[in-house]
């Protein structure tokens, strides 16, 4: 079982890693504008790193509601006990911020070193 939450911890760390990359690309005109006016290199890495903050807790709030969900109407349905932990949970939510953390350092780190001038041309 734990391999197979490293596997899925990993491949929707990739997937993070391409939306922000896709991202940088398709607004590396507003990243140059951005520059252009006074935005520090921080500016940049903070703000990639909060979209990819947000991608990453958002899923990982939906993953808590559907397994919880899902682990309720199962255990009705056959008759089994539930239970939740809340502290393993926490845990499995903060292991999916830090996925998400991460894996957007590289897109936000690429953002944040766009030259402002080439990126005023980019079309």
Known sequence: LAGIAVISLLVGGIGIMNVMLA???ERTREIGLRKAVGAHDGDIVAQFLTEALTV???G???GIVVGVAAS???SRSAGWSFAFDPLSTAGA???SVAVGCVCGAWPARQAAH???IVALRYE
Do not use: T
């Open 23 to 25: 991202a940088v690309r």
């Open 56 to 58: 990453s807790a958002l």
């Open 60 to 62: 990982g709030l939906l």
């Open 72 to 74: 309720g109407v199962i």
């Open 93 to 95: 939510f903060a292991i």
């Open 114 to 116: 766009v030259d402002p």
